[in-house]
């Protein structure tokens, strides 16, 4: 199956922008999707497809995607970002239906 | 809004099956993908298997010899077995609904709605 790998760590000023990024071969196919996931809650979803956010997302959270990358750059970090993110995209290694995880980033707000 | 409620037991012993149900309020099972994924403490999200509402589905391969999702759509249910179940199975499941996009003549996939999870320990 398809792996997705992500930094495991990455600080941010408290106001600045950081980037988060997801490498794998199944994102020159598809795009990923991105997970936010604050201790001992279930996962949010922040960004999906080219780049959409759910309603009640903050517009300081985009995406983008070139060749193998998948990026979340949060623009302005707030304390409250500060959780651990998580990409997904389908597995492009089958004929059928499934999906994939990257390791996570966790990300903390200086 | 959508909501998503896990249940079964948080303990399982050794060799055992591990058995949940997911069930679906506030809209219907018809019409979508539902899945399940899994997070041992302090690890990262695994991607167990789907189900569509009609019954077909797909499993992770490092997990397909053990696992078998079911749907009940006169219940708004969906459920997860999992076999011969070690320490290793230990881990927060979560039940999910997956939603799609078009983009530019593809589908993308996401899950949009997370149950809050249900932790389950395999240990005699």
């Known amino acids: 199956s398809s792996e997705l790998t992500q930094d495991p760590a990455v600080s941010v000023a408290l106001g600045q922008t950081v980037r988060i990024t997801c490498q794998g071969d199944?994102?020159?196919?598809?795009?990923a999707s991105w997970y936010q996931q604050k201790p001992g809650q279930a996962p949010v979803l922040v960004i999906y497809?080219?780049?959409n956010r759910p309603s009640g997302i903050p517009d300081r959270f985009s995406g983008s995607s070139s060749g193998n990358t998948a990026s979340l750059t949060i623009t302005g970090a707030q304390a409250e970002d500060e959780a651990d993110y998580y990409c997904?995209?389908?597995?492009?290694?089958?004929?059928?239906?499934?999906?994939?995880f990257g390791g996570g980033t966790k990300l903390t707000v200086l | 809004q959508v909501q998503l409620q896990e249940s079964g037991p948080g303990l399982v012993k050794p060799s055992e099956t591990l058995s949940l149900t997911c069930t679906v309020s506030?809209?219907?099972?018809?019409?979508?993908?539902w899945s399940w994924i899994r997070q041992p403490p302090g690890k990262g999200l695994e991607w167990i298997g789907y189900?569509?509402?009609?019954?077909?589905?797909n499993y992770n391969p490092s997990l397909k010899s053990r696992v078998t999702i079911s749907v009940d759509t006169s219940k708004n249910q969906f459920s997860l077995k999992l076999s011969s179940v070690t320490a290793a199975d230990t881990a927060v499941y979560y039940c999910?609904?997956?939603?799609?996009?078009?983009?530019?003549?593809?589908?993308?996939?996401?899950?949009?709605?997370w149950g809050q999870g249900t932790l389950v320990t395999v240990s005699s």
């Open positions: 199944s994102l020159r196919s598809y795009y």
């Open positions: 497809g080219k780049n």
């Open positions: 999910a609904r997956i939603n799609l996009v078009v983009v530019v003549a593809a589908t993308e996939y996401y899950f949009d709605y």
């Open positions: 997904n995209s389908r597995d492009s290694s089958g004929n059928h239906l499934g999906w994939v």
């Open positions: 189900i569509y509402y009609s019954g077909s589905t």
């Open positions: 506030g809209g219907s099972i018809s019409s979508y993908y």
